[in-house]
């Protein structure tokens, strides 16, 4: 099949929530876009859809298509690593078959759909590995390119008035469950991502900084600051709070085996 004839999938990255953090290659890519994918995860993340509803009815181009489709439901509860591995193996699977489904049903060869991602879709997110995985099958062809955007682990540092790397160090960026079982090492500073609260239980005696946040860059934002020792219990009592408030929590955190400058402050801080 020629260039031409091939459906193109944009795979667009929108930011953490703030809609202002839409950069002016996103809102370019989604007024070049006819169908617009967007997966339902339930009644309990139904915000999440309205946003980027939203996001679609103002950026958009005229004569766009809205395509809802339920999100495969994965199974959360606790398991040992490998079973953890082999329960996230399988939700890609299924939901490489929904996408599968979708480009070929809704998506005529030819035309320009769109995935909006949370954050950036290139640095933690399985959106390009799906579609991977279509391609490979080889019953739909398409090609696609990916429009990176603003992330939560970015918005985080900002909040706080940090940085993610600082001289001479490296910044490891890992998902709760890893850093839990795999400890933390002096003279790195480590960007948490998922499962956060594994993390911050695992290590709450250590002597570590943290830079907690969730909904970062939206009205329900929530930042905690401090050792961890100290403002461990606090974070994990907000988050358990804000995810049964929300029915679905995003954040992230920021450890480091040392705090902030004396000027900024050593004291466990909170903006809620």
Do not use: N
Request: aromatic content about 6%; overall charge negative.
């Amino acid at each position: 099949m020629t260039g031409e004839g091939l459906r193109r999938i944009r795979v667009i990255g929108i930011g953490s929530g703030d809609p202002e953090h839409l950069t002016l290659a996103a809102v370019r890519a989604m007024r070049d876009c006819e169908v617009f994918f967007l997966l339902d995860k339930g009644a309990r993340a139904s915000e999440l859809t309205r946003l980027r509803r939203e996001l679609v009815a103002e950026h958009a181009g005229p004569g766009h298509r809205v395509v809802e489709a339920e999100d495969p439901r994965r199974d959360r509860s606790p398991a040992s690593p490998a079973g953890y591995q082999a329960q996230v193996v399988d939700w890609r699977h299924r939901r490489a078959a929904l996408y599968e489904r979708l480009l070929r049903d809704e998506l005529a060869p030819g035309r320009t759909g769109a995935f909006l991602v949370w954050g950036d879709p290139a640095l933690y997110d399985s959106t390009i590995d799906t579609l991977e995985e279509v391609a490979a099958r080889g019953a739909v062809p398409f090609t696609y390119d990916v429009i990176p955007g603003v992330s939560s682990v970015s918005v985080l540092a900002a909040r706080h008035r940090t940085t993610l790397t600082r001289l001479g160090r490296p910044v490891r960026i890992a998902p709760g469950r890893h850093v839990a079982g795999s400890g933390l090492a002096a003279g790195e500073d480590v960007a948490v991502m998922l499962d956060v609260g594994a993390a911050l239980t695992a290590h709450r005696e250590e002597g570590w900084w943290m830079y907690w946040g969730a909904y970062v860059g939206t009205p329900e934002e929530l930042l905690v600051s401090g050792p961890l020792a100290e403002a461990a219990d606090r974070v994990l009592e907000l988050r358990a709070a804000a995810r049964e408030r929300h029915g679905w929590i995003m954040d992230a955190c920021l450890l480091r085996d040392d705090g902030p400058e004396p000027s900024e402050g050593a004291g466990p801080t909170a903006s809620c």
